[in-house]
């Protein structure tokens, strides 16, 4: 296989790998999402950066404010109802205490974020 053929093939397979880790980023067991940190960060990258741009601003702005700690669950009930949708998008967790990330390559891609 020529090299030119080589390149076009791992283009493709990586192409189907982000739209297949979009579709069960989306539909993934949450006890799972830890399996991601042992996945190349370059690797995420696109998956990540999709599932970044389809969230509302308001979104974006909570899970960056996160920003590697912990938020305990809030007295507002609009931020609460953006951190439960977070959660049922797999996005963030709640353990019953406080919200997290899911994992270490998300909260790190959420903080190389600007937001404003």
């Given at each position: 296989?020529?090299?030119?053929?080589?390149?076009?093939?791992?283009?493709?397979?990586?192409?189907?790998?982000?739209?297949?880790?979009?579709?069960?980023?989306?539909?993934?067991?949450?006890?799972?999402l830890?399996?991601?940190?042992?996945?190349?960060?370059?690797?995420?990258?696109a998956?990540?950066?999709?599932?970044?741009?389809?969230?509302?601003?308001?979104?974006?702005?909570?899970?960056?404010?996160?920003?590697?700690?912990?938020?305990?669950?809030?007295?507002?009930?609009?931020?609460?109802?953006?951190?439960?949708?977070?959660?049922?998008?797999?996005?963030?967790?709640?353990?019953?205490?406080?919200?997290?990330?899911?994992?270490?390559?998300?909260?790190?891609?959420?903080?190389?974020?600007?937001?404003?």
């Amino acid at each position: 296989m020529s090299e030119q053929a080589l390149a076009t093939v791992r283009a493709q397979t990586q192409a189907d790998l982000e739209a297949h880790l979009l579709y069960y980023w989306r539909n993934l067991d949450p006890a799972a999402l830890p399996l991601l940190d042992q996945a190349a960060p370059e690797s995420l990258a696109a998956t990540f950066q999709a599932l970044w741009s389809n969230l509302s601003p308001l979104e974006q702005q909570t899970l960056a404010r996160l920003s590697g700690a912990t938020l305990r669950e809030p007295d507002n009930t609009t931020e609460r109802v953006v951190l439960r949708d977070l959660v049922q998008k797999c996005l963030l967790a709640w353990d019953g205490r406080q919200y997290r990330y899911p994992s270490r390559a998300w909260a790190e891609f959420v903080a190389a974020q600007r937001v404003t």
